[in-house]
């Protein structure tokens, strides 16, 4: 059971923890907490681990070199994903604050991370849970009698290009996978520029979804860390149950091979290390904002860099487990249709959306396993949803909670409010042009903004507040500093990782594009634009910091990157001697 953030379930601590944990929160303010160590692990796990996890991770491994991808992703894991998370974990969890109000008092020069953080989040939240309305499509069509996706002989195939089966290298040809993808699901349009009408199925299936969020996140973490007991919990039986069936289909281990077969000449493409580094920041959900929302909620002196470990393990360890599940569905299907490997496996949602819907519609108990993955998938994307969708909910209730309350009386009206505007906005996503729109709001937000807002935020962190200061939070909550490992990360490591992943990405630019289709200039533009809409708070806000502060240039800026929390061991001694009830939002300067 959630209680009032007082601590009193805590494990023993020196009362100086225990002043300094009183002290985190503002006066006269009271915040939930998660009611067991568990819950904060699942639902951190829950949204970490999401649809990136089954149709990106398996998709790099085997294209960056196999077996080979592994070493230049575990070493991203241990350089940046680890650090990073438990950075995020400290921020929030010190602070009790989300992630605009933390970056605002660690940090005022770039108190605009904190918002492009939540700015982020929102846009991804829009058109994330279409993907939901996607699976919930498939989900309801895998109960019929035969799949709908495995004959040409439907109202929507194009019987002049339909093949049963993969069509291989022939190039005029589409499986009817794609077909009911394209045709039936989608009803694409030539291009962006014919929006077409809306799909009203999809239209319900997202209505849906997000009425499912909305009972699911409405009371906070008093539902939400109930709700990932199963949700995070679920999808490992199924995984694991998928596993044993496929290993046992011809063809499998060839699949298998292909996927772990290392390729060591890729070690030296900067490509691959570039993707490893991406795939962490992407998995790991670092600078949306969404870690420091949740350990928020923590008891001051939960025990952070063990949870740090746990989820970044559990996330790699489920990257892993999901390129097995689906590298020995495809090479079973390549065995059926005596194809290689490599004419199978394709990039994007079209490895769970077209080629693992045939696989399992050759599988035996189709109407067993297609329910049961398109139900995982749910459950996997509805926790990332949760979780960034919170991210908005928690920047209206710290800023703006009072007058808000004031008017819609409860807090479940300000959850209502967000979903129903977060639904609104993912409208243009689900008409018969949608793809394109998803198409161009995913590369221009997941790739491009995540690594300038990464890159700022790390800045902001390790070298203007200063890994001292990081380390010092650290050993207020937990009772001893972080080790020479997290140091050196956050110090440096991180930081140079970090800037020279997003240099990669601007000098290896190109434009969007999906599958052969290449977006006009105009639609560029719009883009772009999409990538500013959370970035450009970051100018703004150190202008306005500055503009706010008084004296000479010098002053201004000495004054807007000195930090509004007090870690001055001397200070925090005085008051606890004295038992002053200060917070350590106190301005230091």
């Known amino acids: 059971m959630l209680t009032p953030c007082d601590d009193t379930d805590a494990d023993p601590e020196p009362l100086e923890h225990k002043v300094t944990a009183e002290r985190a929160l503002d006066p006269g303010t009271q915040r939930l907490t998660w009611s067991g160590r568990l819950e904060f692990i699942l639902a951190s796990v829950g949204y970490a681990v999401g649809l990136g996890n089954v149709w990106r991770f398996p998709y790099l491994c085997y294209s960056s070199g196999g077996g080979a991808f592994m070493i230049p992703y575990v070493t991203m894991v241990l350089l940046c994903g680890v650090p990073l998370l438990f950075m995020e974990f400290t921020i929030g969890q010190y602070t009790r604050l989300g992630p605009v109000h933390a970056f605002a008092k660690i940090c005022p020069?770039?108190?605009?991370?904190?918002l492009a953080t939540v700015v982020i989040s929102s846009v991804y939240s829009t058109y994330y849970n279409v993907l939901m309305s996607w699976v919930f499509f498939y989900l309801i069509n895998s109960f019929r009698a035969a799949p709908p996706w495995k004959s040409c002989n439907n109202t929507w195939n194009v019987p002049e290009n339909c093949s049963s089966g993969f069509p291989g290298n022939v190039t005029h040809l589409q499986s009817a996978s794609q077909q009911f993808f394209d045709h039936r699901l989608l009803e694409k349009t030539t291009g962006i520029e014919e929006p077409g009408g809306l799909r009203w199925e999809l239209f319900g299936y997202l209505m849906i979804t997000w009425v499912?969020?909305?009972?699911?996140i409405f009371r906070g973490i008093r539902s939400t860390g109930?709700?990932?007991y199963f949700t995070a919990v679920f999808p490992y039986f199924l995984l694991f149950a998928l596993l044993i069936n496929n290993v046992q289909l011809p063809g499998a281990k060839n699949g298998i091979l292909y996927f772990v077969t290392p390729v060591w000449s890729r070690l030296f493409d900067m490509k691959v290390w570039v993707n490893a580094a991406s795939q962490v920041f992407n998995?790991?959900?670092i600078t949306f904002g969404c870690m420091i929302s949740m350990a928020s909620y923590n008891n001051f002196n939960n025990n952070i860099a063990r949870d740090s470990l746990i989820v970044s393990s559990i996330n790699s360890f489920t990257s892993i487990l999901a390129g097995f599940v689906i590298f020995s569905a495809v090479g079973y299907m390549a065995h059926l249709h005596n194809l290689p490997v490599e004419n199978i496996a394709t990039d994007g949602p079209g490895l769970v959306f077209v080629v693992y819907p045939e696989v399992l519609a050759t599988m035996p108990a189709f109407q067993l396993w297609a329910p049961?993955?398109?139900?995982?998938?749910?459950c996997l994307g509805l926790d990332s949803q949760f979780a960034t969708t919170e991210v908005a909910v928690t920047f209206i209730k710290d800023e703006f909670g009072p007058k808000v309350l004031s008017f819609l009386k409860r807090e479940e009206l300000i959850v209502l409010a967000v979903c129903v505007v977060f639904f609104v906005l993912g409208i243009p996503h689900i008409t018969k042009g949608g793809i394109y729109?998803?198409?161009l709001l995913d590369h221009y937000t997941a790739v491009i903004s995540l690594m300038v807002l990464a890159f700022f935020e790390v800045v902001a962190v390790c070298w203007i507040f200063g890994v001292p200061r990081v380390s010092l939070m650290v050993e207020k909550m937990q009772g001893k500093a972080p080790n020479i490992y997290f140091r050196?990360?956050?110090?440096l490591l991180s930081p140079l990782l970090v800037l020279c992943i997003m240099i990669s990405i601007i000098i290896q630019y190109t434009p969007v594009h999906y599958g052969d289709y290449r977006y006009p200039a105009w639609a560029e533009v719009v883009g772009w634009g999409i990538s500013l809409v959370s970035v450009v708070w970051i100018p703004l806000g150190a202008l306005h910091e500055l503009y706010k502060n008084k004296g000479s240039f010098l002053q201004r800026l000495k004054t807007a990157v000195t930090p509004a929390?007090?870690?001055?061991?001397?200070l925090e001694k005085h008051n606890h001697d004295s038992l002053v009830p200060e917070t350590p939002f106190t301005s230091a300067v």
């Open 565 to 570: 929390v007090i870690l001055d061991p001397l």
């Open 437 to 439: 729109v998803f198409q």
């Open 488 to 491: 050196v990360c956050w110090l």
């Open 226 to 228: 109930k709700v990932v």
């Open 212 to 216: 499912i969020v909305y009972l699911c």
């Open 109 to 114: 020069l770039f108190k605009g991370v904190g």
């Open 372 to 378: 049961l993955f398109f139900f995982m998938l749910l």
């Open 283 to 285: 998995s790991v959900g």
